[in-house]
């Protein structure tokens, strides 16, 4: 059977990374200094990278031959790439000096230039004989398919097909690996001129500045990790007495040598990426580098301390709270979103630069109920000393809110249950967010006024155009029959800040209540939708609808999703004609999961036949549809759940097999203030959520049953 090219993706496909890897010709002594600033006792290599043949590369099909008159090198230059290893940007070697193509091979050669411990590594290592190889990273560009039984030339010879051939490609880095794609490679690294100083007569010290680390400018954790390197690292120089091979009890101190490398990696990066956000100040946040160098501040730590920074400070004495009411009750807000635990980076998206000055002010960091209570009863005109909170406190914070209020002509900007509303909207709003919901890829969103059912018509052929006849005359659309409806409900629970947490100043008691709702909310919606999914009214996926099928050649597979796409397009309008709808998005059981991925991805697949042998076949479904799994699919406390049914589902913004409806435009929970019984000293809210699902066309979904 002839071999035929993929078919065209959907979307254009981003660059795919070609590693090509190729014997070091060997490592030559460093040459005099050239007069042009380079060390002369920097070790350099040489090798042929590529001899211009056929590679087996993996995630390609075929071959892979790089045609190298169309092989160029990143930054546009034939000469200076970095030298890594493993690929890895942050872990530096060395850079080349000279890239050239000379006939049909790649010749590179270069010095190891780099200063760190990564370098070190790789000449110590080679010098004790470790055989590393060599990988050259580039990225393919243009893509030559050559099909079985036909030939294409490159690199000066003729290659058959089925092969591929990168016409263009860019040449990223070279970098040292310890086990390449091809074991036929190898890198060793010359000892160099210098000879071998003794290192077991060494201090801590001169070990240190012989490894070129400056004592002076360590902390005490470095040192306290090189301490452990080097009594690890002395013994193995020369042999003693109670160690004549010189291995210095190395099977010993593998693990702590291959811990302190981590850790020093891990360090390494993180030093890196606070440089990264300090650098961006153009050199205003020295300061802040410094020390986040020298306490181990992490990148988040780091990004806090240099937005602070940013943030404008009033001229007349620092930053300071704004004395004006409607400002401080933002910032009071604002403060009490940060005590909650919500990110500062979050926070700051809901209030100005100005509101988020005062709310990290010294006076209303770390505020709590307590300065809540405080606030409103200074707001409402009566002197509070802060200190021990009791019944008394509580009755006088309402009693200046209910003042506040009145003298406001109803609103006011000091209030208890408004600040408390909104903190609790809040915190309710990021944890509803943060669950990780999958209908809205598959479920058509509107709006509704009101909680009357609601009509919606499918898709009919009285919709569409007619010819117009010699008089112009345009005839009206009709809509036939085929209706849905759709109602909203309400979902919600009560919340109370009673006496109790106000004397406990106990914020966190208080807002887990909005949090469990805006996590409960999203997931009643979730399960709202699979409830009425799997429940298949009125046989919603059924044969009669021409989008069920079931049977032994239903389990998910590329034979499988072939069927499944051909009924779907195979869908008619209510006069026999076709609507032209593909489907957008697979969606499956959580068990299913990794396949669905791999089906989307992989452009081959080597499936298993019934007599258990492999079958590798093209698959001609990769990257047709957006793959989305729910565990609530095989989920044992819904009805009708099955851990092997699969769905292909239309893009809900054409046409919806499913429909959420929202009330006015409100597609989040909602926290409402409320009055509390008489004998009650305390507040309490109502969160609530306003949300219906409907099944909407049939023809907008497939399903398979994915078993007999």
């Not at 809040?426 to 598959?442: D, H, I, P, Q």
């Not at 258990?612 to 698959?619: H, L, R, T």
Request: net charge negative; aromatic share 6%.
């Amino acid at each position: 059977m002839p071999d035929h090219p993929p078919p065209p993706a959907r979307s254009p496909r981003p660059p795919r990374t070609l590693n090509l890897c190729a014997p070091v010709e060997g490592w030559i002594e460093a040459a005099p200094a050239t007069g042009d600033g380079q060390d002369a006792n920097l070790r350099r290599f040489s090798m042929v990278a590529y001899t211009g043949g056929p590679m087996v590369l993996a995630g390609w099909p075929h071959p892979v031959v790089v045609d190298l008159a169309g092989l160029q090198v990143a930054g546009g230059g034939l000469k200076s790439r970095p030298i890594l290893k493993d690929h890895n940007r942050s872990l530096i070697v060395g850079h080349t000096d000279s890239v050239k193509v000379e006939g049909s091979q790649l010749l590179v050669s270069g010095v190891i230039s780099g200063a760190g411990p990564v370098a070190r590594e790789i000449v110590e290592s080679s010098r004790n004989g470790f055989p590393w190889q060599a990988s050259l990273g580039a990225v393919a560009g243009q893509m030559e398919y050559v099909p079985r039984g036909r030939k294409a030339a490159a690199n000066g010879r003729e290659f058959e097909g089925p092969v591929l051939i990168a016409r263009k490609s860019t040449l990223g880095e070279v970098s040292f690996v310890a086990l390449g794609a091809d074991d036929n490679t190898s890198a060793a690294v010359a000892a160099g001129a210098a000879h071998r100083v003794k290192e077991d007569d060494m201090t801590f010290e001169q070990w240190l500045e012989a490894k070129g680390f400056d004592p002076a400018s360590l902390t005490d954790t470095q040192k306290t990790n090189l301490q452990a390197l080097f009594e690890a690292d002395v013994p193995a120089a020369g042999g003693t007495d109670a160690d004549p091979d010189g291995s210095g009890g190395a099977g010993e101190n593998t693990d702590v040598i291959a811990r302190i490398r981590a850790e020093t990696v891990a360090e390494t990066r993180r030093i890196a990426e606070v440089r990264r956000i300090c650098a961006a100040g153009g050199g205003r946040h020295a300061e802040i580098e410094a020390r986040a160098i020298a306490e181990g501040w992490d990148a988040d730590r780091t990004e806090l301390a240099v937005l602070r920074a940013d943030r404008p400070t009033i001229a007349a004495g620092g930053i300071r709270r704004d004395t004006d009411t409607a400002q401080s009750g933002r910032a009071l807000e604002a403060a009490l979103c940060l005590t909650a635990g919500l990110p500062e980076k979050q926070v700051g998206q809901w209030y100005d630069e100005r509101t988020m000055n005062a709310a990290l002010a010294s006076d209303l960091r770390g505020a709590g109920l307590h300065s809540l209570l405080y606030e409103v009863i200074r707001a409402g005109g009566e002197h509070v000393r802060p200190g021990r909170v009791d019944n008394d406190t509580i009755r006088a914070a309402f009693s200046a809110e209910r003042r506040l209020i009145q003298a406001a002509g109803g609103f006011s900007t000091i209030s208890l249950s408004g600040i408390l509303s909104n903190v609790a909207n809040k915190t309710m709003l990021a944890a509803y967010t943060a669950v990780e919901s999958v209908v809205g890829f598959f479920c058509a969103e509107t709006d509704v006024n009101d909680f009357k059912e609601v009509t919606r018509y499918r898709l009919t052929g009285n919709g569409v155009f007619e010819k117009v006849g010699p008089d112009g005359e345009l005839k009206h659309a009709g809509l036939s029959e085929q209706a849905y409806t759709n109602k909203v409900e309400t979902y919600g629970r009560m919340i109370v800040l009673n006496r109790q947490m106000m004397i406990n100043d106990d914020l966190g008691a208080f807002l887990q209540i909005p949090r469990i709702i805006g996590r409960m909310s999203a997931l009643k919606r979730e399960e709202a939708v699979f409830e009425l999914l799997l429940a298949n009214p009125a046989n919603f996926f059924g044969v009669g609808n021409k989008n069920f099928f079931s049977g032994a050649d239903t389990a998910l597979s590329i034979d499988a999703l072939t069927k499944g796409e051909q009924m779907f397009l195979d869908q008619t309008d209510t006069d026999g004609k076709p609507i032209l709808l593909a489907p957008s998005v697979l969606l499956v059981p959580s068990s299913l999961k990794v396949a669905a991925q791999v089906l989307m991805t992989e452009t081959r697949i080597n499936e298993t036949t019934t007599t258990d042998k492999g079958k590798p076949a093209v698959n001609p479904h990769a990257g047709k549809w957006k793959p989305v799994a729910s565990p609530y699919l095989n989920s044992q406390g819904l009805t009708g759940g099955s851990a092997k049914a699969w769905y292909l589902f239309a893009n809900p913004a054409d046409v919806a097999a499913i429909e959420i409806a929202y009330l006015r435009g409100k597609r989040t929970p909602t926290i409402e203030s409320g009055d509390t019984d008489f004998n009650t000293l305390g507040m309490q809210w109502r969160g609530y959520f306003d949300f219906g699902v409907a099944m909407q066309d049939f023809r907008a979904a497939v399903k398979s049953k994915g078993e007999v």
